[in-house]
Structure formats: structure tokens, C-alpha cells
């Protein structure tokens, strides 16, 4: 590809001096003792060395970023900018197909090569499943179970750890969000859905599950996540829809920053998502650029104050999205838009963390060439580019756009400090034991999380369901139906194959055909927009299929549990709950 040369490119004198400043400032007292007086029966002793800021453990976050930033080339700057997917489930050995979807991407053969010829500064893991709203821009799939994970980030790291920017901890991030959009999905605690905790209004027992979610990934060597979805669910947004926390904003505000607070308690980084707002919007930026045609008076009232809740929280980084805010910058994805990410996010809501792109592979990125786009994107004040649908010709691109003047040097490196500085903030710390996973104390956080969140949109508030019970299902729902029967018949609650009350569940896509007039009691798992068509003489909402979910559904229909959510989003017709304030 025309390899540019690897003779380090300082990033100026300035930073030079800064750097040199930050690194005696880790020095103590005793460090500035006068020079000894020189006598005839001892030669002169050379200085020691001092030890490099950025590789001081427990040192200032940002005065090891602009060290290392100072004593990195070109190639590392750009490098660290970028965090791209692969293809395979191993570092080092990948399927033959998998080594094609590599060369094709980047020119390797494996993620690891992949890693040590663009110098990256991290990767995402990727995958989907059928319920997936995101799976359009999702090539592959690097994740199985947690022990396969802990082994490929292993051997990311091990590579990283070769590279000039070795010091700082290699970022490796995935979109686990629980609910829909779960990436890693077996052998770990599943926590019920964004919503599902808005349902449940209670945002301490939101930071536990979040804080063991968080200590989860940290065990199988994830230390960045693409989570919490700060998105206000203004309309009835397919792409977000559960995922978001709900339609109020001061509600969801208080959610997103006790997601935070948890998920970065445990030593993995939150991203805000997706700023301004894709839940005012009921378009799929997966599919085209979705319009915000809102006042901005109404996106600083109704869609940001997720966003400023996050940013008080210390959330370390927030996502820019794919939409034209047409109050703002018309005509402008956020993704470029300085007017949106610099600005506004940066300077009226003052954000000083790492602003990461939403995935480059998605349409409204992939209206300019992959290095021109990026080269875009950095401008405009986002600090990690995701995805790039090509990584060779997103670095070269930043190389060459660095190197004609066009993308100035200035932006790269505080990008890349940035960067650097969110990698120092999550050093030193242990990485948890796999046996971690899926514990006890986990699954009481995502047991007590999801218990509080079943609501009653219809009918007595608890009580029960009388006589045996047959539970029904939409198509596709097996895995569901049958988590449900296990935890009724663990709850005491007879359960038949036909002639019982009908207990009927819908779930993500659902509409009035998935319904069942004959249903006694009707569940939505996912928004409960559905429920203002069911006939059911009683309505519940678990907002979530999680297991957690149907061992709270399956303690409320055995009335040993009072159903105490309320909907957090209206539905027509319906109240917000039939249990009382």
C-alpha cells in the first residue's frame, strides 16, 4: 500500500516542553537535592535517567498521555485514533474465511496482524443476534462464550503491548448494552433491558446491575462499553425503542448516570449514545440519515439532559450519531458537524472525555471515501473513528491528510491525548477472575433489577393468575416461553400444556397479529406499545426477556410479588400503571 516512513515525527516542541514539565512533576522532594561537590578521589557520576511519565503506575492520567504522546510517530497518532472490527475469534489463528474478511478489510491476515500494522489503539467486538436492530452494520461475529473472549483479548493485548504505544492499556470495546443489543450473551449475567430499569424508577439498584455487568467485562478483558443508551424515547423508534431508559427526560437522565457511576465503577469506560438524541427521531440512521426536526430549545430541554446527567457523572466518553439535528447544523450529520460535537457537546455541556464516532460502515459515513471520512469525523471534533468500513484506507488517509497540512497536527494529537488519557484512567487496575461470572451477588443485581420493573397496565394489582397455566408465545420465542414454565413451576405454579389460563407472550417487532384474543394475561417484552391492542383482561410489562425477567414475571403471576413499574413511556389508552402512585 505505499508504506510511509517510520522515523518518528515529534509532536512539536511545545508538547515537548509540556511533557517535559509533566514528568518532573511526578517528582518528589527529595528528587531536587543540589548536585553533590565534586573531589578528586571520585570521577563525576552520569545523571540517572529519569522514568518516562507515562510509565509510572498511579501517576496523572494526563500527564502520561501527553508523555507518550510527545515520544510517538506519525503512524502511532494515527493508529490510536482508530478502532476497527476483525474477523475471527482468535488473535492469532483464524479461519480461512475469516482470513479473507481480514485481507479484504485491512490487508491481514488476522486480528492480531491487523493490530501491529496500523499501530491500533484499540478494536471492537462485534456480533448480533436475531432480535438485533443494529446487526445491519455488524459483518461478523468475534464473540462465543466469556472464555473464548478472555483468550482473544489476551492476545490483542500481548500484541498491543509490543507497540511504542505499549504503555497505555490496549482499548477493546463491544456493544453491551443488555436487551437487544447483548453481544456477549452465554455464560454471563444478563441484566433486563434499558427500559425494563426505567420501568423500575429506581436508579441505585440500576448502578449494582451495572456495577456487576461492568466487573464481567472487565473479567473477560472488555474495558470499554458502548453503553448506556442516553436516547430520550420521544417517538416510537424501532431502532431504539427498549433501549432507551424511556420517554421522560429527567427519569432518563437519572438512569444514564447511575449506569455510569456502576459500569465505570468496575474499571470499564461508559459511552453516552447517541448524541443529539436518536430517539427523537424514528428513522434508522442503519438505513439513511434520520432528520431531528425538533426546535434546538426542545433538544436542549428534551433530548440532552441524559447527556449532561452522563457528563456529571464522568461518563469517559460519549458516541456521536448519524443525524441531522436541523436546528443546529442543518444538513450535517452530528458525526461532522463541529457546530454539534465541538461546539455544543464541548462547549455548552462541557465535556472534556473522548467523543467516539458511531460504526463508519453505517450509510451516512460511507458518503465519502473511508480516509476522507475519517479525516471528516476527527475535524469535527470526534476523537476515535469506529469502525472504518476500510482500515487501510482510513489510516492512510489520516497519514496523508496529517502530512499535506489538511487535518491539522494539533487535532490529531489532542485526539490522541484524549485517547491516551481514558487508556491511563483505566490502568493498574486488576482484571477480575472469570469466576466472577454469572454469581450469585450478579444475578440478585439483575434479579432485583428486573423484579422491580414488572408493571401492571390492566388489571388487579397482583393477586395471581388462578388454576394451571398454559404459556403461549409470538413465533420465534421458544427459548422464552420455555425460561418462563421453568421459573412458574419453581415458583409453585402449575403449568400445562394446553386448557390452562392463557399467559401469552409478545416481544421485539410484535404487533396486533402476535397477539391472542383468548389470552387471559398478556406480556410485552419489549416496548409495551403493543398492549394498547391486546383484549387481555390483564396487561403486564416486563420490558425485557431476560431470565432475570421471567423469574420476576414468574414471581408476580404466582402472587408472591407486588408488580411495583410503571411504563415509561405511554401507551394509548393505557395507564402508566394500575397500582397506585
Not at 128 to 153: C, H, I, M, W, Y
Not at 189 to 204: D, F, I, N, V
Request: aromatic share 4%; hydrophobic share 45%; net charge positive.
Amino acid at each position: 500500500m505505499g508504506r510511509v516512513s517510520t522515523t518518528p515525527r515529534r509532536a512539536g516542541v511545545a508538547l515537548a516542553a509540556l511533557t517535559a514539565l509533566l514528568v518532573s512533576g511526578c517528582s518528589g522532594p527529595a528528587d531536587r537535592r543540589p548536585d553533590p561537590a565534586p573531589t578528586s578521589a571520585a570521577a563525576p557520576t552520569a545523571a540517572p535517567t529519569p522514568t518516562p511519565a507515562a510509565s509510572v503506575p498511579g501517576a496523572d492520567p494526563a500527564a502520561r498521555a501527553a508523555a507518550l504522546v510527545a515520544s510517538l510517530a506519525d503512524e502511532d497518532l494515527v493508529g490510536q485514533v482508530l478502532m476497527p472490527y476483525a474477523y475471527g475469534d482468535a488473535a492469532t489463528r483464524v479461519s480461512s474465511g475469516s482470513a479473507a474478511g481480514n485481507q479484504a478489510l485491512a490487508g491481514v491476515d488476522t486480528p492480531a496482524q491487523m493490530v501491529e500494522k496500523y499501530r491500533l489503539g484499540g478494536l471492537i467486538l462485534v456480533g448480533f443476534s436475531a432480535d438485533d436492530p443494529t446487526k445491519g452494520n455488524q459483518e461478523t461475529t468475534n464473540v462465543d462464550n466469556p472464555k473464548q473472549v478472555r483468550a482473544l483479548t489476551d492476545g490483542l493485548r500481548a500484541t498491543a503491548g509490543r507497540l511504542p504505544a505499549g504503555p497505555a492499556p490496549f482499548l477493546i470495546g463491544t456493544d453491551q448494552e443488555h436487551g437487544v443489543v447483548t453481544r456477549i450473551t452465554d455464560g454471563v449475567t444478563l441484566l433486563p433491558s434499558a427500559l425494563a430499569a426505567g420501568a423500575a424508577g429506581r436508579p441505585e439498584l440500576t448502578e449494582a446491575a451495572w456495577r456487576a455487568a461492568g466487573t464481567e467485562l472487565a473479567a473477560m478483558g472488555i474495558n470499554l462499553d458502548f453503553a448506556p443508551v442516553a436516547d430520550v424515547l420521544a417517538t416510537r423508534s424501532t431502532v431504539i425503542g427498549s433501549r432507551s431508559y424511556g420517554a421522560d427526560p429527567k427519569v432518563t437522565a437519572g438512569q444514564v448516570a447511575g449506569a455510569v457511576r456502576g459500569l465505570q465503577a468496575a474499571g470499564v469506560a461508559a459511552t453516552v449514545k447517541h448524541f443529539p438524541g436518536h430517539g427523537h427521531s424514528a428513522a434508522d440512521s442503519h438505513e439513511g440519515l434520520p432528520v431531528l426536526d425538533q426546535p434546538r430549545r426542545t433538544l436542549e430541554t428534551g433530548a440532552w439532559p441524559p447527556f449532561s446527567a452522563a457528563i456529571d457523572a464522568g461518563t469517559m466518553a460519549v458516541m456521536s450519531a448519524h443525524l441531522d439535528a436541523r436546528s443546529v447544523d442543518p444538513g450535517t450529520a452530528a458525526t461532522f458537524s463541529r457546530k454539534l460535537l465541538t461546539d455544543v457537546l464541548r462547549g455548552q455541556l462541557g465535556f472534556r472525555g473522548v467523543v467516539i464516532t458511531d460504526g463508519m460502515n453505517m450509510p451516512p459515513a460511507k458518503r465519502w471515501s473511508p480516509g476522507e471520512a475519517a479525516v471528516r469525523a476527527l475535524k469535527a471534533g470526534n476523537d476515535l473513528i469506529l469502525m472504518p468500513p476500510n482500515v487501510r484506507q482510513a489510516y492512510d488517509g489520516l497519514l496523508a491528510a496529517l502530512r499535506d497540512g489538511s487535518l491539522p497536527r494539533a487535532r490529531l494529537v489532542e485526539a490522541a491525548t484524549r485517547v491516551l488519557t481514558m487508556k491511563f484512567k483505566l490502568a493498574d487496575r486488576p482484571t477480575p477472575e472469570l469466576s466472577t461470572l454469572a454469581g450469585p451477588a450478579h444475578r440478585k443485581a439483575a434479579e432485583d433489577l428486573a423484579a422491580a420493573a414488572v408493571t401492571v397496565l390492566r388489571g388487579a394489582c397482583g393477586g395471581g393468575v388462578r388454576g394451571p397455566v398454559t404459556v403461549t408465545a409470538s413465533g420465534g420465542r421458544d427459548h422464552t416461553r420455555a425460561a418462563l414454565t421453568e421459573a412458574l413451576k419453581a415458583a409453585g405454579v402449575k403449568v400445562v400444556a394446553g386448557g390452562g389460563t392463557v399467559v401469552h407472550l409478545v416481544g421485539y417487532g410484535d404487533g396486533a397479529g402476535d397477539l391472542r384474543a383468548d389470552a387471559a394475561v398478556t406480556v410485552a417484552m419489549d416496548t409495551p406499545y403493543v398492549l394498547a391492542k391486546a383484549k387481555s383482561p390483564t396487561l403486564l410489562a416486563t420490558y425485557s426477556s431476560s431470565r432475570a425477567s421471567m423469574t420476576a414475571l414468574a414471581g408476580v403471576l404466582a402472587g408472591k410479588t407486588r408488580p411495583g413499574g410503571r411504563s415509561p413511556v405511554p401507551v394509548t389508552g393505557l395507564p402508566a400503571t394500575t397500582c397506585g402512585a
